[in-house]
């Protein structure tokens, strides 16, 4: 078997990885979790298995990466310019795709961009988020029906 050059590789997977840590992560970091694992991934390429999966592999590195960023942003402090008197409550009709997938707990949002995004079957999403296939089904689904009532599609009929 022939083995692909890593930067075939990258321009066949690179943009999905992106599409992934976009809605795992947000706009914000999605580049640098884009870069991070893509040079995860170059450092491991050498070891993996000839008939591996590599969009699944990469899914797994991206996840790991966003779990990393995720971690670390929770240890930094948020400035702000003031301190509201009360909490915000933010409309996600008004805002952008980001901000109702961004409403989303941390497994929906994983199920959704894994599964929707990166085409991943039920299956490989259960092995990298660790939990069992039904799981990731379920979450999937209740990722996509809130975002269905939070971010309906322009001209969608009821």
């Given amino acids: 078997m022939i083995v692909k050059p890593f ?3 990258v321009a066949e997977h690179g943009p999905m990885v992106l599409r992934v840590c976009r809605a795992v992560l947000g706009p914000a970091d999605a ?9 995860a991934a170059l450092k491991a390429y050498p070891g993996l298995p000839a008939d591996a999966n590599v969009q699944a ?4 590195i991206a996840h790991r990466k966003a779990v990393d960023v995720t971690r670390a942003q929770a240890r930094r402090p948020v400035p702000v ?10 409309d996600t009709r008004d805002g952008d795709l980001w901000e109702a997938l961004a409403r ?4 929906q949002r994983a199920a959704v961009a894994y599964h929707y995004l990166a085409g991943l079957p039920y299956r490989e999403i ?4 660790g939990g069992s296939t039904d799981a990731a089904r379920r979450a999937a689904a209740d990722g996509i029906k809130a975002l ?3 971010y309906p ?3 969608a009929h009821s």
């Fill in 7 to 9: 930067e075939q590789i």
């Fill in 31 to 39: 580049e640098d979790a884009w870069s991070e694992t893509f040079l």
């Fill in 57 to 60: 592999w990469l899914v797994t």
């Fill in 81 to 90: 310019g003031e301190i509201p008197d009360r909490p915000g409550h933010a």
């Fill in 104 to 107: 989303l707990p941390d497994k």
């Fill in 126 to 129: 259960a092995e990298i988020t």
């Fill in 148 to 150: 269905r009532a939070t």
């Fill in 153 to 155: 599609l322009e001209g």
